[in-house]
């Protein structure tokens, strides 16, 4: 039919699978099948840990909103930047990583060509328009030899992701709800980050953009 062959060529345009990088790896939709569970289990955990502005070691607070689920979170405060099993705003330990998280990280990193990622953290992002997120590195974890699996919700947002350098050059990415990207090996300590986010209106989840970051911290 001419409206399918349409819609196919619209939907087609951007390739399911696209490289960034050696090791890394933009897997678009791919969370689309769970994002029921995703939203539900969210709504849980944050009912549980809610959401916070942390402060950095310099002082300022961070325009993302943050929590985290699974063994460990990612904290930081006036002292640094860490992980922790206890939420240091309720004195608990984090709400459990759902298995519906879980999976899904396995399964993107192992698509991405990182096989039995096992991961215990999941740093919860939440973006209002106009939060970003600077370049940086994620190198607070034990070990940089896991991959790093991030999964986009909701509105729309421009990711940026550079080299090992903070001066290299950077490409841009549109990442839509659904989007999946995964990095490690040689881009593992990549820089990365977001533009200010757009204004706009998600079906599922208003005016934010959710980001739930997988990582091997321990
Ligand atoms: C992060 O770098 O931790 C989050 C990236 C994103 O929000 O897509
Ligand atoms: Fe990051």
């Known amino acids: 039919m001419m409206m399918q062959d ?10 399911e699978q696209e490289n960034l990088a050696e090791g890394a790896v933009l897997l678009r939709g791919f969370a689309l099948s769970a994002e029921q569970d995703l939203l539900s289990s969210l709504s849980a955990i944050t009912e549980q840990a809610p959401f916070r502005h942390m402060v950095t070691p310099g002082g300022f607070t961070m325009s993302v909103a943050m929590s985290n689920c699974g063994p460990f979170g ?11 099993p206890v ?6 330990n984090w709400p459990q990583m759902p298995e519906s ?11 991405a060509g990182y096989a039995d990622f096992m991961p215990d953290a999941c740093l919860i992002n939440r973006y209002e328009p106009k939060t970003k997120l600077s370049l940086h590195q994620d190198k607070d974890e034990k070990s940089p030899d896991h991959p790093i699996v991030s999964v986009s919700l909701g509105l729309p947002a ?3 992701f550079g080299g090992l350098k903070r001066t290299d ?3 841009k990415y549109a990442l839509q709800h659904g989007d999946v990207v995964v990095w490690g090996g040689v881009s593992r ?17 208003g005016r934010y953009r959710i980001n739930l970051t ?3 911290a321990a």
């Open 6 to 15: 349409l819609f196919s060529g619209l939907t087609s345009a951007l390739p």
């Open 74 to 84: 990612w904290v930081s405060d006036r002292s640094g930047y860490r992980y922790s």
């Open 87 to 92: 939420d240091p705003q309720t004195g608990r």
């Open 101 to 111: 998280f879980l999976q899904l990280a396995q399964k993107a990193a192992a698509k």
């Open 158 to 160: 421009t990711f940026q």
């Open 169 to 171: 050059p950077v490409l």
């Open 189 to 205: 300590l990549y820089y990365h980050g977001i533009t200010p986010l757009k204004d706009g209106d998600h079906p599922l989840l």
């Open 214 to 216: 997988f990582r091997k």
